[in-house]
């Protein structure tokens, strides 16, 4: 059973902050990862999706990495706002299109 | 972008009623679909695979004849929860699989369901 984990489970920083979020999966033979984001009671939104061939991924403050031989991802993201405020979920796809999502991450940025 | 909308959004029912939530791709053929669970303070669980054309796929603890699922078309896709009970109340979400060139998965928005 593939297991895939984040840390830290909830994340407290200052507006301005630059950040990480990790993300963990056993999965040898990953197809892609996608980073999402969820707000409280909503849906999902799809941040970044890294195919297994590629090393990263960038969308304006957001940069998502992943690493297939340490079995790791991260999503790094520049000077924090307020509004990025919400739960990051991360999601292996292990082919066949077999998708298993991490514990999340629970970011609160302050003002 | 690849597009899935769920209808309804939410809904409240009475304990015993069956509920029924649609799931669409509005701008892809989706041979596959996938329906997924999030209890409070969770993460997505996969329900079951859906296929078009055929009969759904479940993951183990889920039952089937619980969780009716039907995949008539190439874009639509729909959950009955049937003699739904409190314990049902949980957030489902959909997803789509776009074979192109990603074979990805596009997300709905999700439906909550609070059964009373």
């Known amino acids: 059973k593939q297991e895939v984990t984040q840390i830290p489970a909830a994340l407290s920083v200052p507006e301005g902050e630059n950040l990480v979020l990790n993300c963990s999966f056993t999965?040898?033979?990953?197809?892609?990862l996608q980073w999402f984001r969820q707000d409280p009671g909503k849906g999902l939104t799809s941040l970044l999706l890294i195919q297994s061939s590629q090393r990263e991924q960038t969308s304006g403050r957001l940069n998502a990495s992943l690493d297939k031989s340490s079995g790791r991802s991260t999503l790094y993201i520049a000077a924090s706002q307020p509004g990025d405020s919400a739960t990051y979920l991360c999601?292996?796809?292990?082919?066949?299109?077999?998708?298993?999502f991490g514990t999340g991450t629970k970011l609160q940025v302050i003002p | 972008g690849a597009v899935v909308s769920q209808h309804p959004s939410w809904v409240i029912c009475k304990s015993g009623t069956s509920v029924k939530i649609e799931c669409r791709s509005l701008d892809f053929q989706a041979t596959t679909m996938f329906w997924y669970r999030q209890f409070p303070k969770q993460s997505l669980m996969l329900m079951a695979t859906s296929n078009e054309g055929s009969k759904a796929t479940y993951e183990q603890g889920v039952e089937k004849d619980k969780f009716l699922i039907n995949h008539a078309s190439l874009t639509l896709s729909t959950l009955t929860v049937t003699s739904a009970h409190p314990e049902d109340s949980s957030f489902y979400i959909c997803?789509?699989?776009?074979?192109?060139?990603?074979?990805?998965?596009?997300f709905g928005p999700g439906t909550r369901l609070t059964v009373l």
């Open positions: 997803s789509a699989r776009d074979r192109g060139w990603t074979d990805t998965q596009y």
């Open positions: 999965d040898s033979a990953i197809y892609n």
């Open positions: 999601a292996e796809n292990g082919g066949y299109q077999k998708v298993t």
